[in-house]
């Protein structure tokens, strides 16, 4: 279907005609009464979110060029569930055309709304991230919404857990909870419960260590699949928290969220999980099939090479720290991972250095203190850490 030639209701309408279906079945198997149908089919404005039901329903396959052309075509009475289909499916054009729809309108709320998207634009598409900056603007506002006030809180919340701050960010998933079952759009409930609840997914395993919680909310997020997104981080979570437990089942998740992401937009979120799955390998000690050697760290580690040039880097090194330890049987390298691991609140990761320490003999204790230390978020100095090496040692 081409974007520009979309009648949304004749296109859908045909589609019913064809149908041994009655009008009034359709709709209650939609979930909404035949009258609103009926409005929508004869050019009546209805809620967005009635019509992705019905979309959903009728042309699932079809759902984004149909509901692209909604979204373009809402008045204000759609604008806000406009706004968060178009940021649930990464529609950023939609989202920009939304944006200047509404930035200099007479609506006070429809301007806040927009301000709060662009605002998301921008951190989505800036190079450098500052918690503070990010804070300081979502505090200019000062709405009257309450779906607004969630949102907002939403946003702080998420501020917290990019910067590793997870205890807050719980904190604020609580006050948010209370707020969602008062927000009256089905869709937009919706949207703001995916946010929270991939958030939560990700912080019952690596910060609270809890495997059965994590699974609950990330098979949740699997089930739901309310946008690629939030399917994918459920897949990856699965699939991380049988790391320790089961190959296959950590892999097939895995190479699910891979499935979802083959779209050439989608290549960078394919490759992420690609390299989950050569560190699963790595880990269980099998072969890592070409296809899954995606970055040069992967292929460092794969052809035993110094992993030293990755000791500082952001993100590599807990892993370089872990797999020189485990290649050396150096225990100073793993407690080094350990610590890192800890120090970003990866403690289900950080399992991964502790296992080979104990299996080296190290005292259990010493690495409980360890991990007690970074739990606390005191920042040793290095002649305290050479300490807690030394003894281990």
């Known amino acids: 279907m081409e974007e520009s030639k979309i009648d949304v209701r004749s296109h859908l309408k045909r589609i019913i005609d064809s149908k041994e279906e009655k009008q009034k079945e359709i ?34 396959e079809n759902e984004i060029e149909i509901m692209r052309q909604c979204c373009y075509e809402a ?64 505090k200019q506002l000062q709405p009257n919404s309450h779906d607004l006030k969630t949102l907002l809180l939403i946003l702080e919340m998420l501020c917290f857990y990019y910067s590793n701050k997870f205890d807050l960010s719980l904190h604020y998933i609580q006050k948010i909870s209370n707020m969602l079952p008062d927000i009256k759009d089905p869709f937009i409930r919706k949207a703001f419960l995916s946010r929270t609840d991939e958030a939560l997914a990700n912080m019952h395993l690596k910060y609270e260590n809890n495997i059965e919680k994590s699974r609950e909310y990330a098979t949740k997020l699997v089930e739901t699949n309310f946008s690629i997104n939030s399917a994918t981080n459920g897949y990856f979570i699965l699939g991380l928290s049988y790391l320790y437990e089961s190959y296959d089942k950590s892999a097939w998740f895995f190479e699910k969220g ?6 050439k937009d989608r290549f960078f979120v394919a490759d992420d999980l690609k390299e989950q799955l050569a560190i699963l390998n790595l880990y269980w000690d099998k ?107």
């Open 27 to 60: 709709a209650d198997k939609i979930g909404i009464s035949a009258s609103h149908l009926s409005k929508f089919l004869n050019g009546q404005e209805i809620a967005l979110w009635m019509i992705l039901d019905i979309t959903r329903y009728l042309d699932k």
């Open 75 to 138: 008045t204000k009475k759609n604008i806000k569930t406009a706004f968060e289909y178009a940021h649930s499916k990464k529609l950023d054009s939609m989202t920009c055309h939304l944006i200047g729809k509404t930035i200099s309108g007479n609506n006070r709320e429809l301007r806040e709304w927009a301000i709060v998207y662009e605002w998301q634009l921008r951190s989505k598409y800036s190079r450098v991230y500052s918690e503070v900056e990010y804070l300081e603007m979502l």
């Open 258 to 263: 891979i499935g979802l992401n083959k779209s």
């Open 287 to 393: 072969p890592v099939p070409k296809e899954y050697v995606v970055t040069d760290f992967i292929k460092s580690v794969i052809k035993q090479d110094s992993l030293k040039k990755y000791y500082d880097h952001n993100y590599y090194s807990a892993w370089a720290f872990y797999f020189d330890g485990r290649r050396e049987a150096s225990r100073e390298k793993l407690l080094l991972s350990l610590h890192v691991f800890c120090d970003k609140k990866d403690y289900f990761r950080a399992n991964l250095p502790k296992i080979e320490l104990l299996n080296m003999g190290v005292d259990y204790n010493i690495l409980k203190r360890e991990v007690k230390i970074s739990e606390k978020g005191n920042h040793r100095d290095s002649n305290n850490f050479s300490n807690c090496i030394s003894i281990c040692v």
